[in-house]
């Protein structure tokens, strides 16, 4: 299994990037990295994945390095809305997604 | 896309009873899963729901205790038996439209049980 290592907690000021990191040493080549949070009393939402190159959506941007061992999710401006626990995945479990602790973003204004 | 509604959001019920938790999504798929999120902690996998079969369950989990259906491909039930303030968490639903790894997972709003 590909086991993940986050930050407990972030925080940032609003209309400031925020750069969430993961590690995932152990990851295999054909493992996607896929970003969730979860929003106070709402379930998971997606929020981006990748493989190997750095990827852009309109939530936010994705670098993953070039071993693969770790990524980094990129909130360009942070709202006082995206303040939620993000959740790093490698999507290795023949579909199920295994969520670990998370990084608690909070934002101050 | 995947639009999931469970029901109920919430319920309180008493020990040693069971509770009934549905999940109807707007469209057929093939995976769909069970989580639970106990107070202050991350999601937790209860189970993948298969449609026809008998459902897989992970470590720790037990038919006995959270038995479910999936008699198709838009709908699944998960029970809660015999319950015990332990059981006390939010239970949510999740589904994964398409084939493969490289698709998005969507989530249900949770059912948030209190069991007294």
């Known amino acids: 299994d590909a086991k993940t290592t986050q930050p407990n907690s972030m925080e940032s000021n609003e209309e400031e990037p925020v750069h969430l990191p993961c590690n995932h040493s152990?990851?295999?080549?054909?493992?996607?990295i896929h970003w969730y949070r979860q929003l106070p009393s709402q379930g998971p939402e997606y929020v981006i994945h990748g493989l190997t190159s750095n990827v852009n959506n309109r939530m936010a941007s994705l670098a993953i390095a070039e071993d693969r061992k770790s990524s980094t999710l990129i909130l360009h401006r942070a709202t006082l809305r995206d303040a939620a626990v993000y959740y790093c995945?490698?999507?290795?479990?023949?579909?199920?997604?295994?969520f670990g602790q998370g990084t608690e973003l909070s934002v101050k204004p | 896309s995947a639009v999931i509604s469970q029901k109920p959001s919430r319920d309180i019920c008493q020990r040693g009873t069971s509770l009934t938790i549905q999940c109807q999504v707007d469209?057929?798929?093939?995976?769909m899963f069970w989580y639970r999120q106990q107070p202050g902690q991350s999601l937790t996998l209860i189970a993948t729901?298969?449609?026809?079969?008998?459902?897989?369950?992970e470590s720790g989990f037990v038919i006995d205790k959270f038995p479910i259906s999936r008699p198709n491909l838009t709908f699944s039930t998960l029970t809660v038996s015999n319950m015990s303030p332990e059981d006390s968490s939010i239970y949510l639903c999740?589904?994964?439209?398409?084939?493969?790894?490289?698709?998005?997972?969507?989530f249900g709003q949770g059912t948030r049980l209190t069991v007294v």
């Open positions: 995945i490698p999507d290795n479990q023949g579909g199920k997604l295994i």
């Open positions: 469209s057929q798929v093939t995976m």
């Open positions: 152990t990851i295999s080549g054909t493992d996607y």
């Open positions: 729901a298969n449609q026809g079969s008998e459902a897989t369950y």
């Open positions: 999740s589904v994964r439209p398409g084939w493969g790894m490289n698709t998005e997972a969507f």
